[in-house]
């Protein structure tokens, strides 16, 4: 892990980063033996407290939110609980999805159903000259994914439950194709970047893009 994150923007009441991928927001019982966190990393890195405004999954890379008080982190916490902030992700799927849609599909968590909705766009799509299963070669797409809500592992399982998963997503996308990635192809990341979060904070507009991770570029440039 890095001893510094990457700083996309910063002023005197919020910080956006950069995360890696495998890289936990904070302290969880996901992983108890964990040492590194991207909230204590970037409050060493800039010297002062931060408060994480919303989370990202360990093995989702891409842009995250901090605020610089306990004041602005209420406020962002709200903007993102009422939906005010547009959340974009881009992620490399198992097969050739439809150009776009929205899928419209409940998700259970803590045994609670909850509304679950997400726009999708194709972006791209890849075929690659490899056997798998019945099927001469390997199909594969780019695709753009906007929540709507912000359900636990949303986009994971919501692209899982219209057939096309996420590559190296574990435990909801494809065993066969995941392990097709990691030994023949040698690639084992989660291919999910949150790629853009757009809201307004103080009357201004703010648009914060994160640049692909190392793993994911090397995954388009070996598709294409």
């Not at 409940?106 to 766009?121: G, M, P, W």
């Given at each position: 892990?890095?001893?510094?994150?990457?700083?996309?923007?910063e002023?005197?009441?919020?910080?956006?980063?950069?995360?890696?991928?495998g890289?936990?927001?904070?302290?969880?019982?996901?992983?108890?033996?964990?040492?590194?966190?991207?909230?204590?990393?970037?409050r060493?890195?800039?010297?002062?407290?931060?408060?994480?405004?919303?989370?990202?999954?360990?093995?989702?890379?891409?842009?995250?939110?901090?605020?610089?008080?306990?004041?602005?982190?209420?406020?962002?916490q709200?903007?993102?609980?009422?939906?005010?902030?547009?959340?974009?992700?881009?992620?490399?799927?198992?097969?050739?999805?439809?150009?776009?849609?929205i899928?419209?599909?409940?998700?259970?968590?803590?045994?609670?159903?909850?509304?679950?909705?997400?726009?999708?766009?194709?972006?791209?799509?890849?075929?690659?000259?490899?056997?798998?299963?019945k099927?001469?070669?390997?199909?594969?797409?780019?695709?753009?994914?906007?929540?709507?809500?912000?359900?636990?592992?949303?986009?994971?399982?919501?692209?899982?439950?219209?057939?096309?998963?996420?590559?190296?997503?574990?435990?909801?996308?494809?065993?066969?194709?995941?392990?097709?990635?990691?030994?023949?192809?040698?690639?084992?990341?989660?291919?999910?970047?949150?790629?853009?979060?757009?809201?307004?904070?103080?009357?201004?507009?703010?648009?914060?893009?994160?640049p692909?991770?190392?793993?994911?570029?090397?995954?388009?440039?070996?598709?294409?």
């Open positions: 892990m890095p001893e510094q994150l990457e700083i996309l923007f002023n005197n009441h919020i910080v956006a980063v950069n995360k890696p991928h890289l936990l927001v904070h302290r969880s019982a996901i992983d108890k033996y964990a040492t590194e966190f991207a909230l204590q990393i970037l060493k890195q800039i010297g002062q407290r931060v408060y994480p405004s919303h989370r990202l999954d360990r093995k989702t890379s891409g842009v995250l939110l901090f605020a610089k008080s306990k004041e602005y982190n209420s406020i962002l709200g903007l993102f609980r009422d939906r005010l902030v547009v959340k974009d992700y881009q992620a490399i799927v198992r097969g050739y999805i439809s150009e776009s849609g899928i419209d599909y409940a998700l259970k968590h803590n045994d609670k159903s909850q509304e679950a909705k997400t726009q999708y766009s194709r972006l791209n799509t890849f075929e690659l000259a490899v056997p798998f299963g099927h001469d070669t390997c199909r594969y797409s780019l695709v753009e994914l906007r929540p709507e809500t912000g359900r636990f592992h949303q986009l994971r399982k919501h692209m899982a439950h219209i057939f096309h998963p996420i590559i190296g997503d574990r435990p909801h996308g494809c065993n066969k194709q995941n392990r097709l990635w990691k030994h023949q192809f040698g690639m084992d990341t989660m291919m999910l970047h949150a790629h853009r979060l757009s809201f307004k904070l103080d009357d201004q507009s703010f648009i914060i893009e994160a692909l991770s190392q793993q994911f570029q090397k995954a388009l440039d070996f598709l294409s």
